[in-house]
């Protein structure tokens, strides 16, 4: 909220309006960080009730939410940090040992989030056996590393 706010801010934004459901304008309420006004009426929005509200992008509503947060230091990455992260980064992707991995194709990110997905021996092997069926479509390499694909659950019941 704080970083929104500041952005907002610094951009030259005075106000925003978000949409919010009742629940939530309980939370803003209760951290000091209520709207100042509604546009229009709460409606219902698929399985909840949603409203507009009004923030003003103002440093007191601000200084509110950090008080209320105890947040103190600045939620934004100084620009020479973040180009820091960032080149860090691009030298591991560089790096000569991560050069023989092919970036993965759009079925092969599917099943890696699939197996991820999977919460049970049974719903493993489910998507093993769909990986199966379709083993035609891939390398030797790309099944080997699809079937080693760390499981997503630790024990099972």
Same mark, same amino acid.
């Given at each position: ?11 030259g934004i005075q106000d925003i309006i978000t949409v919010i459901d ?37 440093? =007191? #509503?601000? +200084?509110?939410? /950090? ?10 990455? $100084?620009?020479?940090? *973040? @180009? ?38 049974? =719903? #493993?092997? +489910?998507?093993? /056996? ?10 030797? $390499?790309?099944?080997? *590393? @699809? ?11």
């Amino acid at each position: 909220m704080i970083g929104s706010l500041e952005y907002a801010k610094n951009a030259g934004i005075q106000d925003i309006i978000t949409v919010i459901d009742p629940i939530m304008d309980r939370v803003l309420k209760r951290s000091n960080c209520a709207p100042y006004d509604y546009v229009g009426k709460t409606v219902p929005m698929g399985k909840v009730s949603a409203l507009a509200a009004l923030l003003d992008c103002t440093d =007191e #509503r601000i +200084d509110a939410i /950090r008080d209320f947060a105890g947040i103190k230091t600045d939620v934004f990455l $100084e620009e020479d940090k *973040a @180009l820091e992260l960032f080149n860090s980064k691009k030298q591991v992707e560089q790096n000569p040992a991560n050069r023989d991995h092919k970036p993965l194709t759009e079925l092969e990110k599917y099943f890696v989030e699939q197996m991820n997905a999977a919460r049970t021996e049974a =719903e #493993r092997q +489910d998507v093993l /056996r769909l990986i199966e069926t379709l083993s035609n479509t891939f390398t030797p $390499e790309q099944k080997t *590393a @699809l079937l080693h694909t760390p499981r997503a659950f630790a024990h099972e019941a």
